[in-house]
């Protein structure tokens, strides 16, 4: 499809659009600077007259992907957003193949491919792919549901905490996301599915994993709270909703 398209590589084009132009391709030329020496990871004076990288980074370009732009001439980091929406989607595909064959062994390998791609190339993808971060979730996706399984099943936490940990490095605000699931799925799975004298232990587990990853974590989303509370996105939701309308606009 880039192909026909003439995108880059094959072409000069970008796909690079909305978010993607006005803050993830501006955030990469960032940490470029920051990994050449040329800016200061604590103290940015290219924005805002002088603000902190570090909540930004691990808001938007923490992504261990993201550190590529080291090799890439700066005239064509607006260019490398289409190799960096195509790596991750192929991890995307790999990770869910990784998924389904450790799940459903019976899978065969054409049918294994089949639904990797199609969870590759969901709706989501192809509608927020501008948020290149966010296909970070989606590949790691997988991963955290075989480290939720592995607790589960054999009682094992490892697999789950290095999941979450990296997760929540990648991307802490979509994690608010994750966390809703993990309350919805871990207790409808244990209620449902593990036997009644195991309920309380895979709770457990599962509890103090979280809280290890937390911990572990802290240097992640402390600051960059902190951060994010001392910004104008720090509204509150009583503010918030006393502001606007209770219907929103048709376009919205």
Known sequence: V???HGQFPFGEKS?????M???VVPLLLDLKNVLSGQSDLFL?????????FWGILLFFVSSPFSLLVAFIDTKDIYLFANILVFIKIV???????LFFRNKFTSLHVLQNIALSVMYAFCGYTMMYFQNVVWLDMMYMFPILLLG??????KEKVLLYIIALTAMITIHFYLCYMVAIFLILAIGLYTWFCVEKERRKKVVCLFGISTLIVLCITGIVWVPSLLQYLQSGR???IIESLSSGSFISEVYT
Do not use: H, K
Request: proline share 0%.
């Open 2 to 4: 880039m192909a026909a």
């Open 15 to 19: 796909i690079a659009w909305c978010d």
């Open 21 to 23: 132009n006005q803050q």
């Open 44 to 52: 940015n004076m290219a924005n805002a007259g002088g603000t902190s």
């Open 91 to 97: 991890v995307c595909a790999g990770t869910a193949s």
């Open 148 to 153: 939720m399984d592995r607790i589960i099943q």
């Open 234 to 236: 720090g509204t509150g």
